[in-house]
């Protein structure tokens, strides 16, 4: 079965950096682009980023432009997002994702707030 477990959540003051994975099981990892996804309260889930399934391509939403990095190890089936220079307008749940054979799979997300 497809399995995405996101982890590395937490509180950060503004401007601070964390870094969030995504562990994935369950499907030819490097077969498949992934996405990063947030969802701030009374607010529609929205893409943050995205990369190809090597890595060789990545996009990013305009509000994170330059603070935020999407990368993967196809090795160890995972994928990451650097977060810098974080806004608390960035506090939202994360969550990983992957369009497989016409479905999209979650994660079950992780909490960042950006708080001072």
């Known amino acids: 079965q497809v399995q995405l477990v996101e982890s590395g959540g937490g509180l950060v003051q503004p401007g601070g950096s964390l870094r969030l994975s995504c562990a994935a099981s369950g499907f030819t990892f490097s077969s498949y682009a992934m996405n990063w996804y947030r969802q701030a309260p009374g607010k529609e889930r929205e893409l943050v980023a995205a990369?190809?399934?090597?890595?060789?391509?990545?996009t990013y939403a305009d509000s994170v432009k330059g603070r935020f990095t999407i990368s993967r190890d196809n090795a160890k089936n995972m994928v990451y997002l650097q977060m810098s220079s974080l806004e608390p307008e960035d506090t939202a749940v994360y969550y990983c994702n992957a369009k497989i054979l016409l479905r999209a799979y979650w994660g079950q997300g992780t909490q960042v707030t950006v708080s001072s």
């Open positions: 990369i190809t399934n090597r890595g060789g391509s990545t």
